[in-house]
């Protein structure tokens, strides 16, 4: 038996005063851009983005301005030295952070901040930016990348660059056998502290921007523009671009080898049993039944 049950509407409507104190508020952030904040240090502009990127210098200067402090939790933590835990060849990293932010930054006798704002923010080795590095080519002589190519084919280490002046012949394949290009970061070790700290700026970057009310002015930091990497994660995404899935896409690469796959045998079998063409196309559940597959496939062999 149904039951009709009357509720009340609710008018919602804003304080008295609150309009007044809005326009303060902004009109406050407005000023504080044009006379405090620097382009090229607190914010940067990038090609193709309509609005300045904030920068962690800015926005510690934004927390400052409205009497914030921040404080950091750590969410999730993978210190995978060897990447064996995940099926690879080369060590994980993974670090998500929560920002909170507590108001006032210092409070006085007998006063307790609270929370007022908050943020999450992630990084991982397996970012372009951290798992490649570019390799320029290496003299043999003196060690430094400083080789560069002549007119007619030849090589030569360029002194002005720091270089010996050595020269190369064109087939010379001490040079020309060289690895150059990106290539995977060996010293990935060394930037541990780097991937940790740099999630702890994109979570407090994530709370700044929502908490101030300074997304009209600014967008993510450049740099996490460039990677493509959205620290606003969306959890009901199915192709959510997490640390979890690269490591899935890259596994799925690692077994596919195993196997003594041609690049066609494993397109076909993608194909048959999801539909798709490539990982890039299949889902976080679809990549972790690939991986379940392959192997079965090569416990047989």
Known sequence: MSEIIQVASVEIVPQDGKIQQAKSHYQIIVDFIKSVMREGVDYGTAPGVS???????GAEKLAQLFNLRPEFQILESVSDWSGKEHGLE????????????????FPKDGEQSKPVGE?????????KKYRYRRQSRVCPKCGQETIFTSNDGSFYCWAKKGGC???YAANDEAIIDQPTGLIKNPDIYEQVNTIDKMSQKRALIAAILVTCGVSEFFSQDIENIS????????TNTAKNSTAEREILREKIGVLVGKLNW?????????????GVWGRDEMSDSQLKDCVKKLEERLRKM
Do not use: M
């Not at 609005?51 to 210098?57: A, E, H, M, V």
């Not at 045998?265 to 999801?274: C, D, L, S």
């Open 165 to 167: 002046n050595a020269k």
């Open 51 to 57: 609005k300045p990127s904030l920068l962690k210098p």
């Open 262 to 274: 041609t690049v066609q045998q494993a397109k076909a079998f993608v194909k048959e049993n999801y």
């Open 119 to 127: 943020g999450i923010g992630s990084c991982n080795s397996l970012e």
């Open 227 to 234: 990677s493509n990497n959205d620290d606003s994660t969306n």
């Open 90 to 105: 080369e060590p994980v990293f993974f670090y998500r952070y929560k920002c909170v932010l507590f108001y006032p930054r």
